[in-house]
């Protein structure tokens, strides 16, 4: 693959949207905690060595936004490597829409990961008046470290189990409509679909890739969650642009 003047721009994309986490220059202020501020909101207090702390708590107060724009930015920018691993080529049909799609699949990251965070957090609760694991999912360790580890293994467990290959799928239908410029039918899109990368592929990505990822991405706290959800969908990006040799038959 020839090198091209749109990967020293992609590099600096790359890293200019880490920076700009890493060193967040806004933070929420909530005027009923600190009554010498005239205005609760976001508030611009410069970058620095605080800014990923800055960072949660804006995205702790505007969840939605913060998934939309974390994701759609992130995820697109993957979409393109995929492309360019592909086509040698940066250029990516649809690139507003796919933005658009990312963002709101963002939007639902953020509801998924609430749901399957808290979900088994509850689960692995000690029973306090007994002293009793949860039966559902009795697995509990005195240490704390261990423990929160092992939680952000469960919750990768299940939430790839049961929500990324439909997740991941549903995606793919959207950008092929995108792709075609028009809606499919559920056959027409099925039958269009490489069978060995959708039917095995993927599937032992989740297996191998995904679900220790994840585990990663759930023992952070939850604001920084979707974050590294949407850095890893650059990994997809790079997934999706190898070709597995399917078997002889």
Known sequence: MKFKIGDIFAVIYFLAYTCLVVFFPWKYFDSSLNLSLQSQGIHWVGFSTDGLKNFGSVVGQYPYISGFLKVGLLATFGEMIKVRGKTGSWKTPGLFLKFIVWGVYGMLFTIA?????????????????????????????????????????????????????????????????????????????????????????????????????????????ANYQVLMSAYLSLALGFILTIKPKKKAE
């Open 113 to 221: 990961f609430a749901i399957f965070g808290k979900g088994i957090a509850s689960l692995m609760t000690i029973n306090h008046a007994t002293g009793a694991p949860s039966p559902v999912w009795p697995f509990h360790f005195s240490n704390k470290t261990v423990q929160t580890i092992f939680q952000g293994f469960s919750t990768s467990l299940w939430a790839n189990l049961i929500f990324c290959f439909p997740m991941m799928l549903s995606h793919e239908y959207w950008n092929t409509c995108i792709n075609k410029k028009r809606f499919l039918g559920g056959g027409e899109f099925l039958e269009g679909i490489d069978k060995h990368v959708w039917g095995s592929y993927l599937l032992k990505s989740i297996v191998i890739f995904w679900i220790p990822a994840h585990t990663i991405t759930f023992s952070l706290p």
